[in-house]
């Protein structure tokens, strides 16, 4: 148990809706991150947040977007959803922002991920 | 920038087989590599790291060594075990050091 919580765990929804994916980060860790992992795109890093503020950004659609809130659990908000975005969702938390040079890069440590998949 | 390159699976072993996986990365200056593993059903997490050249990273029996000249930190395992089967990720920051880039996953199956 990596100590990081998402929910739910399944999720199936038709195309043209929006979701709504929780993460609660480990005790202490104040980064957020939020993977998608599908099968043919492999493992996608979307977004990071740091204490609530956005840090990095991957390759994140602008239907998508994300918040972290002030007692630091995240929500992954998909919206307009199309077949294509069904695919397995991770998030991860560290404990610093854990990227800058000389900082070096904290350890992740990944939820079980939420299943998405869209009718 | 930087990127990863990993060897494409399923690799299927049977048990106490010698196993090696290939990273090879392109990178500007000398980052932390590390290999992440995705058991079945669960998120990543950690197998091993090296922050610098010449470090040999290792945990669970898996071993990784940094070499700069050959810019590769392949995955070793002298004798797999069934409960090895997982899939397994190369990885190394970005050259803004803000993000990390992952390889697209070697799937490993041992048969007992």
């Known amino acids: 148990d990596s100590g990081v919580t998402q929910t739910p765990k399944h999720l199936i929804t038709a195309t043209g809706q929006r979701v709504t994916l929780r993460c609660s980060p480990r005790?202490?860790?104040?980064?957020v991150y939020w993977y998608q992992q599908s099968l043919d795109q492999g493992l996608q890093f979307l977004i990071q947040?740091?204490?609530?503020?956005?840090?990095a950004k991957g390759n994140i659609l602008e239907r998508f977007s994300a918040q972290q809130f002030p007692d630091l659990h995240s929500e992954l908000n998909l919206s307009s959803l199309e077949l294509g975005d069904s695919a397995l969702y991770f998030c991860?938390?560290?404990?610093?922002?854990?990227?800058?040079?000389?900082?070096?890069?904290?350890?992740?440590?990944f939820g079980p991920g939420t299943r998405l998949t869209v009718l | 920038g930087n990127s990863v390159t990993q060897m494409e699976g399923p690799v299927t072993l049977s048990e106490e087989a010698f196993l090696t996986i290939n990273c090879t990365y392109t990178?500007?200056?000398?980052?932390?590599l590390f290999w992440y593993v995705q058991y079945p059903g669960e998120g990543l997490q950690l197998l091993l790291k090296a922050t610098k050249a010449d470090d040999k990273g290792s945990n669970k029996g898996f071993e990784a060594t940094y070499r700069k000249e050959t810019t590769s930190f392949h995955l070793e395992k002298g004798s797999v075990q069934v409960s090895d089967s997982a899939v397994y990720f190369c990885a190394l920051p970005a050259g803004n050091n803000r993000k990390l880039i992952w390889g697209l996953g070697t799937s490993l199956a041992v048969n007992p």
């Open positions: 947040y740091y204490n609530g503020e956005e840090r």
């Open positions: 990178a500007t200056g000398y980052p932390s």
């Open positions: 005790s202490g860790d104040l980064s």
């Open positions: 991860a938390s560290s404990v610093g922002w854990g990227m800058l040079a000389g900082e070096g890069l904290h350890e992740q440590f």
